[in-house]
Structures are given as structure tokens and as C-alpha cells.
């Protein structure tokens, strides 16, 4: 009852669907359940709190793909009902109320390019806002609802958008393939520079709603991307409450740009002219700036170290009239993930890791005092009208889910508005988790999780899948992943073990610091006393069949673990994991992250990049390992998962390689991620469970 099921779209097969699973015995969770699941986001309330506009994902797997929709609840019913806003074979996005509450923005390429759209709620089609020759890659709209502020891919010389068009259809005519370049980056992420710049522009919206003049460069002659790449998007610039200026984050590096962090807030009028560094004080990372209800106070997110990119973000406000500054709760040892201002402007609603949960929090404007709000789990996404709080969450046993509240109440009586998957996942049973702390390196209190394979019974022992998050600076929390999820090996008859390991994040910034120079030091004595504290507070633990599996620096270990915890597991699972720091010192695009976790260059500093380098234990290597590579990972390149194959294979260890030429470093289209599962989870049958491979 699986993927042949989720894939019926009809009424009679729904209505088969949940009259079956009623019957249906229990079962583990799959990765064909989890690829399937709708993924709700992007909730965004209506100017009276009345309304609430979402997107759900759903995965088309005939197509390879995922689509996103727009879906709205009327909250005044007792009972929301979720009502379907768009439908198409190209996804609606980022969607955004008009401030009087009668239509819905967003962003959709049903047209054949990404374009801005608007949907009238009192009935009829979704009509264009603009239409552009280039692609819109995300907007805002203005608090009047007159002005679009909007990004574009350009060349930077060219005098309009039309020149920017031409030389792409050009450029697509042409036979000659090479590519001069004359500074970083050449390559960001997974995608190769092709000259062009993420520029922000400004559009004013017209008596018919449409944008008929030419859009206006906010960004200028600035050499910066505005949204950042890879990851920014519209959370990186916001309007004055007033709409007549725009303020934004933006890096401006020029050579530099692959080994800088230095973001700065700019401010500029919204219809356009000069830009203006509201933070050149600080040559770290500021970003994600926000005026106060009341357009008096600027908030933006700063960190203190130049060339760090897991610095702690903490909050500071400037005082629009005089360029006053001072930090917000600088004490509150959490580094802020994603925020906005309350309703009334006395607070700020912020989230942050904190030990093991990613969590909602109110920090007073005034005061500094921060109060958690939301209950244990991880918050992805929040909005907040006038007194009504929507909360994303989601958390181990539950992927996300909408949740409504009023602000100041208990989190714990929140009303869940969505049940997607409900239905589908019927006879699903999860794991049950648990977490643990242990003292670690350092004589310092390490966390974990354990999760509890799906039909554990008390007096069995059950496998363990050990594991080992990436970033480094990151955590595996009380979460839910459509990539490295917990859930999936407890569905499969594992136990699933995870350490947070010095490095990781939500346990203060000092030990989020200690990783960096020291990637195999106190990080692997954490993992060897986890696993070992674990063994001995859950019996159930099959501490002599284990594998560990880890991605990035997770993958990382894995190599480091060949070599150093060679008796450790009877399996490993590398993804994307460095196996040569000098190959990663040089070939990694974002330099600033290999510096910094090192001390400095390769050509500089040698000995510090060697001192925990995976390659100089070959010799010591013996377990069977799996190595995963993508070939558009160009964070860590796909000659460091070659590298630790074909040590593999020389030394003559059991060893496969999973090798997908259209992934980067994430594995993301969802068949890919239905065989990366499956070979996985073999390749764990095989070791821990060999009496079913005969």
C-alpha cells in the first residue's frame, strides 16, 4: 500500500484508499511514502487575519518532479476547510496578499516564463502583473500594493532587459562551447557563471494592475547578487511600511567575493537611485533587514567575524532618523535562523536551533527578554497578523504541518488547520524517539536522538544506522527531512542513532565553534561516546550490527572514520563526503568555508588542512564502504568521491559507487531519491542482515 496507491488520482481510488487503510495492518514508513507526501509552505495570513494562503508540493512521479500550488483557508470557519486556489502543470509560488485582501500575488512560469500573477479572490483567472523578457526570480509587493520590487538575471552592462535577452539567444546560437573566465566564482553551488548578476529592480503597478513601464535597477552599478546565490530569495530585501524605500542585503567583493563573507544592509528609494551602506562599520555578514510596523526601527541579522559563515546571528536595531544602533539580546547565546516583527512592533518573532529543537521565540524589542513559544520540534515557517500566530511545524514522527494560536497562548492548545498525509500514511506506524545527553569531549554534555524501529518489541535488538549530520555546523534534531530522514531506516527494521557533536548548533556559539580546526578531533570522541552511551541507556541497541552513514562533512567522517574507527561498523555509507583537503582547499567554490574551518589558505597554513586529512589514512582503511557522488556537488567535487572509490577498490574492499551526473550536492528529483534509498538501505541488508540476502 505504497506507491502504486499514492499515485491513484481519482475519487473512487481515494475513497478505496481509506476505506483500505482502515483495515490494513501496521506498517514502517517507506521512501516511496515520504517522496509522495504533500509538503505544505509558505503560510502567509491576509491583512485581517482572516485568511490564510499556502502552498502544498505534491510529486508528479511520472514526470520527475514536484509541483506547488496555492491553497487558502477561511480561518472564521469553525472547522477550516482547505480550498484549492491554482491549478497547473507549472507550480504557483511565494504568494503574497494585496493589501486590501481581495487578490493573491505570486509567482508561476504558466506562461512559458516565471512572471509575476495575479489572482482576484472574488472570482476569475489569474491575470499577469508583468511580463518581461527575462525571467522574474522572486518579488515583493510594495504595503500600497502599487510597486513591485523584483530580481532578474542580467548582464550587468547591458542598458535593459531586451539587451540581456538577445545576448542569451545569441549565446544559444553559437557553437563554440568555451567559457573565459577572470575571477570567482566560476562555478557557485551547482550551477556554472554565465555572466550574469541577480539584480534588483523596482516596478510601479499601473491603474490595471499591470507593470507597464520598464522596470528601474535599484541595485545599480553594485557588483553583488541581490538575492545572495544560492540560496537567497525575497527574505534578503523588504519595503518601508511606507513604501517609498527598499532596503536590502547584498555582498560586494568583487575578486574577493569567494572567500568574503562581508554582506551589507543598502538602503534605497523605492522608485529608485543611489544605493546607501546603512552597516560598512562591520566587515562580517549583515542580512535580512526589516522595518518595524511603525518604519522607526530597522532590525537586520549581523554576525561579528569576517570570513565565518556560521557566526552567531544576533539582532541588531538602527534607529531609522539618526543611524543609532545597538544589539538586541546579546546575551541570548542562539544564533537566529529567520525573523520578523511582531504586529504591535513591541517584539520580534525569531527562530533558532535550540538544543535539538529549531524553535519559535518572542524577543521584547525594549528589553531583550526572550520567551520561547512554540512546543518541541522545528519551526519552518511562520506569519503573524494582528493577534493570530500561524506556525510551520513539523517534527520526527511528522513532517509539517499549519498550526494556529493566538499570540501570547500556549502553544501546546494550537489548533492544527492542515492534515496532509493523514490519509495516505493511515497505516503507517513511525518510530518512537527519544533524547539523550551523554558527557562528550571536553568533559562537555553532548545531545542525541535514538529512534526506534517501527515494530521494535521489548526484549528484541535491533541494527543501528548510525547517522552523522553535515554542515558542520548544523544539528539532527527533532525534524523532519525529505533527504536524511530517521524515519525511513526505523521503516526498514533499523534503529537510527544521532549524535550533535561539538560543531553543532543550538547549544551555544562556543560549542558551535569547536569544530573548526579540529574536524577530527573532538567530533569523532562525541560519536565513539554517543554510540557507546547510547548502547548502554537502550538495550534494545544492537551495538555489533551497525553501520554509520553521513553526508558532507557527515560524509567527511565517513572517510576519517575508514581511517581512525576502522572496527567501528560493519558498513559505511559516504555521500558527497571530502576525501582529500588539499583537493578540497582548491576546488571548492565558497573559499571562505575551507579557510576558516582551517586557519587559513592550503599555500599558507599546510599543516592544519593535513592534520585531519582523510587521504593520509588509506593504509588503515577496511570496512565495506558505499560511496555516493553527484556530479553538480561543486562544494565538495566529484574527484573527492572518485578519490575514496578508487582507494576502495586498490586496497580491495567491498565497495560500490552511486554515481548521479544530474544531482548536486543534495539528491533531490524523486526517483533519484527512490534509488539512493533503496541502494542504501541494501547496502545496510547486506551487512546487518545477511540471513535475508541469502
Not at 538575471?153 to 546560437?173: F, G
Not at 530517521?486 to 537510527?496: E, N, R
Request: glycine share 8%; aromatic share 10%; charged share 20%.
Amino acid at each position: 500500500m505504497t506507491l502504486r496507491l499514492l499515485l491513484l488520482g481519482t475519487a473512487m481510488a481515494a475513497t478505496a484508499l481509506a476505506t483500505s487503510t482502515v483495515l490494513a495492518a501496521p506498517r514502517g514508513f517507506t521512501v516511496e511514502d515520504m517522496v509522495n507526501m504533500e509538503r505544505v509552505g509558505s503560510p502567509v495570513l491576509s491583512p485581517d487575519a482572516t485568511k490564510l494562503v499556502y502552498t502544498v508540493r505534491s510529486t508528479n512521479m511520472d514526470k520527475n518532479r514536484g509541483n506547488t500550488q496555492l491553497w487558502m483557508l477561511d480561518l472564521r470557519a469553525a472547522k477550516p476547510v482547505p480550498q484549492r486556489l491554482t491549478q497547473n502543470d507549472a507550480s504557483s509560488s511565494d504568494p503574497e496578499w494585496s493589501p486590501s485582501g481581495d487578490a493573491i500575488y505570486f509567482l508561476s512560469a504558466r506562461a512559458g516564463s516565471s512572471q509575476v500573477w495575479r489572482l482576484p479572490l472574488s472570482g476569475g483567472e489569474a491575470a499577469k502583473v508583468t511580463d518581461l523578457a527575462l525571467d522574474v526570480d522572486n518579488f515583493r509587493l510594495s504595503p500600497q500594493g502599487d510597486r513591485l520590487a523584483l530580481s532578474l538575471a542580467v548582464y550587468r552592462d547591458c542598458a535593459d532587459l531586451a539587451c540581456t535577452k538577445a545576448r542569451l539567444d545569441e549565446k544559444a546560437k553559437t557553437k563554440s562551447s568555451g567559457q573565459l573566465f577572470d575571477r570567482e566564482f566560476v562555478r557557485h553551488w551547482d550551477t556554472w557563471n554565465d555572466g550574469r548578476n541577480a539584480v534588483l529592480y523596482s516596478a510601479p503597478i499601473d491603474s490595471t494592475g499591470r507593470v507597464s513601464a520598464a522596470p528601474v535597477s535599484l541595485t545599480g552599478t553594485l557588483d553583488g547578487d541581490v538575492p545572495s546565490k544560492p540560496y537567497g530569495d525575497h527574505e534578503e530585501y523588504h519595503f518601508s511600511p511606507d513604501g517609498k524605500t527598499i532596503v536590502f542585503a547584498a555582498r560586494i567583493a568583487g575578486q574577493t567575493e569567494a572567500w568574503s563573507t562581508n554582506f551589507d544592509v543598502y538602503s534605497v528609494p523605492a522608485a529608485g537611485g543611489a544605493p546607501q551602506n546603512l552597516t560598512a562599520d562591520n566587515p562580517a555578514w549583515d542580512s535580512n533587514p526589516i522595518y518595524s510596523p511603525d518604519g522607526r526601527t530597522l532590525a537586520y541579522l549581523a554576525m561579528t567575524r569576517p570570513g565565518f559563515e556560521a557566526d552567531r546571528f544576533h539582532m541588531v536595531l538602527m534607529d531609522v532618523a539618526t543611524g543609532k544602533k545597538h544589539t538586541l539580546a546579546d546575551q541570548w547565546d542562539r544564533s537566529i535562523a529567520n525573523y520578523n516583527w511582531a504586529p504591535d512592533g513591541k517584539s520580534l518573532l525569531v527562530t533558532a536551533d535550540d538544543v535539538g529543537q529549531h524553535r519559535l521565540f518572542a524577543m521584547d524589542a525594549a528589553s531583550g527578554k526572550v520567551t520561547p513559544i512554540s512546543v518541541p520540534g522545528a519551526v519552518a515557517g511562520f506569519d503573524a497578523k494582528h493577534d493570530t500566530l500561524i506556525i510551520e511545524q513539523a517534527k520526527l514522527s511528522s513532517a509539517a504541518q499549519l498550526f494556529k494560536m493566538k499570540l501570547g497562548a500556549d502553544a501546546a492548545k494550537a489548533t492544527q488547520l492542515t492534515h496532509l498525509n493523514e490519509q495516505a500514511l493511515a497505516d503507517v506506524r513511525f518510530g518512537d524517539y527519544e533524547q539523550f545527553s551523554f558527557e562528550g569531549a571536553k568533559g562537555d554534555i553532548v545531545h542525541g536522538y535514538v529512534v526506534k524501529p517501527w515494530n521494535a518489541r521489548a526484549g528484541e535488538k535491533y541494527p543501528v544506522a548510525f547517522l552523522v549530520h553535515g554542515g558542520p555546523q548544523g544539528s539532527f534534531g527533532n525534524s523532519w527531512s525529505y533527504r536524511w530522514n530517521p524515519q525511513v531506516y526505523a521503516g526498514a527494521g533499523y534503529a537510527a542513532v544521532m549524535i550533535d557533536f561539538h560543531g553543532s548548533t543550538g547549544y551555544g556559539q562556543k560549542f558551535t565553534d569547536a569544530i573548526s580546526g579540529d574536524w577530527g578531533g573532538a567530533p569523532l570522541e562525541d560519536l565513539k561516546k554517543g554510540l557507546a552511551a547510547a548502547s548502554a541507556k537502550f538495550p534494545w541497541l544492537d551495538r555489533e550490527r551497525s553501520c554509520a552513514l553521513g553526508a558532507s562533512y557527515g560524509g567527511y567522517m565517513m572517510n576519517w572514520i575508514e581511517g581512525n574507527w576502522s572496527d567501528g561498523f560493519r558498513c559505511i555509507v559516504n555521500h558527497d563526503g571530502v576525501f582529500d583537503n588539499r583537493g578540497m582547499a582548491y576546488a571548492s567554490e565558497e573559499q571562505w568555508f575551507v579557510e576558516w574551518e582551517n586557519g587559513g589558505t592550503y599555500y599558507d597554513v599546510p599543516a592544519n588542512h593535513e592534520k585531519f586529512n582523510p587521504v593520509n589514512y588509506v593504509k588503515n582503511w577496511k570496512t565495506p564502504m558505499l560511496v555516493v557522488q553527484g556530479d553538480l556537488d561543486f562544494r565538495i567535487p566529484t574527484t573527492q568521491g572518485l578519490g575514496a572509490f578508487d582507494a576502495l577498490q586498490r586496497r580491495g574492499i567491498p565497495s560500490k559507487l552511486l554515481f548521479f551526473p544530474d544531482e548536486n550536492h543534495w539528491v533531490l528529483k524523486p526517483a533519484n531519491s527512490v534509488l539512493w534509498h533503496h541502494t542504501v538501505l541494501n547496502w545496510l541488508d547486506t551487512y546487518l542482515k545477511p540471513e535475508q540476502k541469502n
